[in-house]
């Protein structure tokens, strides 16, 4: 067996080839970034209308929810950029000899 410090995508990915129509897939991601945008701009437009910020529109307006919301969102961030760390730096991953000869 062959130890690499690369990180073999195939077997980690759920849809290596990024074909079909539902999980991780190509289409899937494309779609998803496009729906954020949508949200992103309705937020604005809707806080434009009304005069009032995102987090006033759903009912929190006193200083203290503010500042739960940034920490859940400053938590989540951190915990995301934690756990993306924590793969690339797990164990090296092994490598079948089939597929390290460089042969299809």
Known sequence: MTVTNNID????????????????????????????????????????????????QVGITNTAGGYLTALFLAGFMVAAIVGYYAVNLSSPVQIPPEESSGNP
């Open 9 to 56: 995508f195939k077997n980690i990915n759920v849809n290596p080839e990024g074909k079909g129509t539902f999980g991780f897939t190509n289409l899937a991601e494309i779609w998803n970034g496009r729906m954020a945008m949508l949200g992103f701009i309705a937020a604005l437009v809707q806080e434009v209308i009304t005069g009032k910020g995102i987090l006033a």
